[in-house]
């Protein structure tokens, strides 16, 4: 397979979303054309969709543009051994568009073409980020009960945008009390500077059953981590802003994290996850997709790896992000009871409206 075409677009929903997302188009040799999606860092998805841009024009240069090829030749070559999370979220969506083909010319759904598909139903959590909203707790607990009320039984809250100490905890205690104890409730504390003040955080919060606790302190920070996990009894995630299986080696080594939660189109795409995925497994540790993205291809391409991942616990998922997207494309596949369900379709399954995407190419 040859590409004889790429291209990227940047659509900034700062304003609303408190982002940009950035997708990527595709097209194969004999027509097929396939979707990818890069992790949209806020303030750099134009540099991001740059190098969309200079990867793509590598690619197209490729005889075989599988994406184990494209792994091989067009991203070490063009990394040069500089490891940078905007190129990665870069090579994520050519990545991802890759499979895509992929799968459509094959005429199968990408998990088939992945492994022994293991589900295609994949439990997602609300993330419950206010986006641009200065919110009370109770607004809060109000919102968590209406996305529980839509089917989700985990959410995903930020304590610590309430301070001090006393009123995060208050804060989480609300929203147990909103949501009652059957619903799982996940802490994301945002990378805290002091690694005591994190042990402190999460042993408050404790009584209030946590399905865990996320990014005490800062990724990079391992020995600190530990320290975290080794004082605070629940499962502590880390990833969202790291890459290499190198980094996630020395996590796992230094027993800083139960679960990994690089980003779904920020790490490196669908291999490099299945990669990580087979790396804490190997340690007996669990995985999460982060995917701070769009409800469209970067859902869709988490589902699918998802569903060849034993240790995958749970993946993100912004519902308030829906009504934005509903305008770009459609997803083959059911969202129902916080599960989405992979369809039939060939292919991610995503099926993007080019019309109103042309006016945001870069
Ligand atoms: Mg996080």
Same mark, same amino acid.
């Given at each position: 397979?040859?590409?004889?075409?790429?291209r990227?677009?940047?659509?900034?929903?700062?304003?609303t979303?408190?982002k940009?997302?950035?997708?990527?188009?595709?097209?194969?040799?004999d027509?097929?054309v396939?979707? =990818?999606?890069a992790?949209g @860092?806020?303030r750099?998805?134009?540099?991001i969709?740059?190098?969309?841009?200079?990867l793509? =024009?590598m690619?197209?240069?490729?005889?075989?543009?599988?994406?184990?090829?494209?792994?091989?030749?067009v991203?070490n070559?063009?990394?040069e051994? &500089?490891?940078?999370? !905007?190129l990665?979220?870069?090579?994520?969506?050519?990545e991802?568009a890759?499979?895509?083909?992929?799968?459509?010319?094959?005429?199968?759904p990408?998990?088939e073409?992945?492994?022994?598909?293991?589900?295609r139903?994949?439990?997602?959590y609300?993330?419950?980020?206010p986006?641009n909203?200065?919110?009370?707790?109770?607004?809060?607990?109000?919102?968590c009960?209406?996305?529980?009320?839509?089917?989700?039984?985990?959410?995903?809250?930020?304590?610590?945008?309430?301070?001090?100490?006393?009123?995060?905890?208050?804060?989480?205690?609300?929203v147990?009390?909103a949501?009652?104890?059957?619903t799982?409730?996940?802490?994301?504390?945002?990378?805290?500077?002091?690694?005591?003040?994190?042990?402190?955080?999460?042993? +408050?919060?404790?009584?209030y059953?946590?399905?865990?606790?996320e990014?005490?302190?800062?990724?990079?920070?391992?020995?600190?981590?530990a320290?975290?996990?080794? &004082?605070? !009894?629940?499962?502590?995630?880390t990833?969202?802003?790291q890459?290499?299986?190198?980094?996630?080696?020395?996590?796992l080594?230094?027993?800083?994290?139960?679960i990994?939660?690089?980003?779904?189109v920020g790490a490196?795409g669908?291999?490099?996850?299945?990669?990580?995925?087979?790396?804490?497994?190997?340690? =007996?540790?669990?995985?999460s997709? &982060?995917?701070w993205?769009? *409800?469209?291809?970067?859902v869709?391409?988490?589902? &699918?790896?998802?569903?060849v991942?034993?240790?995958a616990? @749970?993946?993100?998922?912004f +519902? !308030?992000?829906?009504?934005?997207?509903?305008?770009?494309g *459609?997803?083959?596949?059911?969202?129902?009871g916080?599960?989405?369900t992979?369809?039939?379709?060939?292919?991610?399954?995503?099926?993007?409206?080019?019309?109103?995407?042309?006016?945001?190419?870069?």
């Amino acid at each position: 397979m040859r590409i004889r075409s790429v291209r990227a677009y940047f659509v900034d929903a700062t304003d609303t979303l408190v982002k940009g997302f950035v997708f990527c188009r595709l097209e194969a040799d004999d027509g097929t054309v396939g979707w =990818g999606e890069a992790y949209g @860092i806020p303030r750099r998805e134009r540099g991001i969709a740059e190098f969309v841009k200079g990867l793509g =024009g590598m690619l197209t240069a490729l005889d075989d543009a599988s994406p184990q090829r494209f792994r091989d030749k067009v991203t070490n070559w063009y990394d040069e051994g &500089h490891l940078s999370i !905007d190129l990665s979220s870069a090579v994520s969506a050519i990545e991802v568009a890759l499979w895509d083909i992929c799968g459509k010319q094959a005429g199968k759904p990408v998990c088939e073409l992945l492994g022994d598909v293991l589900t295609r139903s994949v439990r997602l959590y609300a993330n419950m980020d206010p986006l641009n909203e200065t919110q009370s707790i109770d607004r809060l607990a109000e919102r968590c009960v209406a996305a529980k009320e839509r089917g989700f039984d985990a959410l995903k809250i930020y304590p610590m945008e309430y301070a001090p100490l006393a009123e995060a905890t208050a804060c989480v205690r609300r929203v147990r009390e909103a949501i009652g104890p059957e619903t799982d409730l996940l802490l994301d504390a945002w990378a805290l500077d002091d690694a005591q003040f994190a042990i402190e955080a999460g042993q +408050a919060f404790t009584p209030y059953k946590p399905f865990w606790f996320e990014e005490p302190v800062a990724g990079e920070r391992l020995d600190e981590m530990a320290d975290v996990r080794r &004082h605070v !009894d629940l499962p502590i995630v880390t990833g969202e802003r790291q890459i290499g299986l190198h980094h996630f080696r020395q996590v796992l080594e230094k027993q800083a994290a139960d679960i990994l939660n690089p980003d779904i189109v920020g790490a490196g795409g669908i291999l490099e996850m299945i990669e990580i995925a087979q790396l804490a497994q190997s340690y =007996g540790m669990r995985v999460s997709p &982060h995917c701070w993205n769009s *409800t469209l291809v970067a859902v869709a391409a988490m589902a &699918h790896t998802f569903a060849v991942v034993p240790n995958a616990v @749970i993946g993100e998922y912004f +519902a !308030d992000f829906e009504p934005f997207f509903s305008r770009f494309g *459609t997803l083959d596949h059911s969202l129902s009871g916080g599960r989405l369900t992979i369809g039939g379709t060939p292919g991610l399954g995503v099926n993007m409206h080019e019309d109103a995407l042309a006016a945001y190419e870069v």
